[in-house]
């Protein structure tokens, strides 16, 4: 199996310098073991680091992992058997040839029905959906993320009497199912990015694999095998260097720990604030970590120790030190990239490769610098955010050839030009000189004063310095005199020196005088 995606080449290269093992890197790329191995021997092989591959383009980054793309076999697309699966059971009325309808109408070219209920019923037959299996948690590996399904309306404006859905975050770690818990006004991607930062600080460590639920804050694109995760969310993970494995869709089994969390927590903690009243969030989370220093030291029912307990002798060990500064929440924005190739944000406009024209991008933007993603999560541009000055920020790398020479020819003025010519020599900087003084107004002088400094590329600088030094003995410091002696060769020719010799001063000599 081929990985040719951008995003996924990136991710591969990112958990592999951060020491994952294949299995991890493949669920966290949406990709097989086998797949991750290829990838990581091409991107060897080709001297490819993350380092250097985040500063690609995704079309670079492709070619110099897979150079020679092979035409591929056409695969009829797969049903997904689970999603059919879940239909049959939760509708009694519906059957296969029903679904088989559906199915062809979003895959015109997918199975016939024969082969629709054939393999239907192989997978049913080759999974054991009513079979269940007791899973140990890692130590320390896995930390478990969604929201509550449940709010509570418990906090009250005092000054206006304006009451406020209560959403509350909810974590677990896998092992210990030790939570933390934070309540917010709404479910917002800058309140789900905040949570992620001040879980990692309450646990004063880093888990290897963050597993959230398909929710929008989490996944932008949810699929069973293969979810697109949201830019930001993406962002937070490089940042942490945490891999993010969403739990697949329709399988509870993969976020068991969260969900048991989630129905202690509804009992014990949302079961006792619901007849309490809060005038803030902030005194609302408050109680909250009041409630859960005491939740967390209950013993369990079925094994012995508390949460906290086996919190600090097994999970709190495992954790990897949390020795970077806090991830900075950000603010997206999604446009679509117009014919000047600069997007906007907040008024001021921020260039991003030409090649984006018209295609969709996401802009993010922290309180320092604007990033802009494609529409596989890859970095396409970044920038030092801007509050006052020129509305437009432009990195030339960013432009077509013909606009990058245009761009370039206006960004010298008389400065440069001069301290370009002071680096050929004395002659050069003399001609340039004149050349920019002789001007009324000195911008005339520019196009001119490029010609000749352009010269050395073609003549060397040695040369332009003598033709230089020859057109400054001739009074006649232009750009038509300079590259003429230079056409000619002028600066070539050795000074003219006389072949005879002087004839001596001597009493047989006589002068103009003598014949007056």
């Known amino acids: 199996m081929r990985c040719e995606e951008p995003v996924r080449i990136l991710e591969i290269l990112r958990l592999t310098e951060q020491g994952y093992g294949q299995r991890d890197i493949g669920k966290s790329a949406g990709c097989s073991k086998s797949t991750v191995g290829e990838v990581q021997r091409r991107c060897r092989e080709a001297g490819i680091t993350y380092a250097e591959a985040m500063s690609m383009l995704p079309e670079e980054l492709q070619k110099r992992v897979y150079p020679a793309a092979t035409a591929r076999k056409i695969i009829k697309p797969e049903p997904d058997y689970q999603h059919i699966h879940g239909e049959l059971q939760r509708h009694p009325n519906l059957n296969l040839r029903f679904l088989w309808e559906e199915y062809k109408t979003q895959q015109p070219g997918g199975l016939e029905y024969s082969q629709f209920c054939e393999r239907y019923n192989r997978w049913k037959n080759n999974t054991g959906k009513n079979v269940t299996m007791h ?62 930062a001040n879980a990692f600080e309450h646990y004063r460590g880093l888990p290897r694999i963050v597993v959230p639920d398909n929710c929008k804050t989490a996944v932008s694109r949810p699929q069973y095998y293969d979810p697109v995760l949201n830019p930001a969310y993406w962002a937070l993970a490089r940042h942490y260097g945490v891999a993010v494995i969403p739990a697949r869709i329709r399988e509870p089994q993969d976020k068991a720990p969260v969900e048991e969390g989630v129905r202690w927590l509804g009992t014990w903690l949302l079961g006792w604030l619901r007849n309490q009243i809060f005038f803030s969030f902030t005194e609302l989370n408050r109680a909250i970590r009041k409630r859960l220093e005491e939740l967390v030291r209950r013993q369990f029912q079925k094994r012995p120790g508390t949460r906290l307990s086996v919190f600090e002798e097994i999970d709190r060990p495992a954790l990897r030190p949390l020795d970077m500064p806090r991830f900075e929440t950000a603010d997206m924005k999604f446009r679509t990239v117009p014919d000047n190739y600069h997007v906007e944000y907040e008024g001021y406009y921020y260039s991003v490769p030409y090649t984006y024209y018209r295609k969709k991008v996401t802009v993010r933007a922290t309180a320092a610098t604007i990033e ?103 009074n006649s410091c232009s750009y038509s005199t300079v590259t003429n002696i230079l056409k000619n060769g002028q600066d070539l020719l050795k000074p003219f020196s006389p072949s005879f010799k002087t004839v001596p001063i001597h009493q047989n000599l006589r002068g103009r005088a003598y014949y007056a």
């Open 135 to 196: 899973q140990e948690r890692a130590a320390g590996k896995e930390m478990f993320v969604d929201w509550m399904g449940d709010t509570l309306k418990i906090v009250v404006n005092p000054e206006t009497g304006e009451v406020f859905n209560a959403h509350f975050f909810v974590c677990v770690l896998g092992s210990s199912g030790y939570p933390y818990v934070e309540a917010f006004p709404d479910e917002k991607m800058d309140k789900w990015l905040s949570a992620h």
């Open 372 to 474: 802009v993603f494609d529409a596989n999560s890859v970095r396409i541009a970044s920038h030092i955010r801007r509050y006052s000055g020129s509305r437009y920020i432009t990195d030339p790398a960013h432009m077509p050839e013909h606009h990058r020479k245009y761009w370039d020819a206006k960004q010298y003025n008389g400065v440069r030009y001069r301290a370009w010519a002071k680096n050929i020599g004395e002659n050069t900087y003399y001609v340039i000189d004149k050349m920019l003084t002789a001007q009324k107004i000195e911008e005339q002088a520019y196009k001119s004063c490029m010609g000749i400094l352009q010269a050395a590329k073609k003549y060397s600088a040695e040369r332009l310095e003598n033709a230089c030094a020859k057109a400054r003995e001739m």
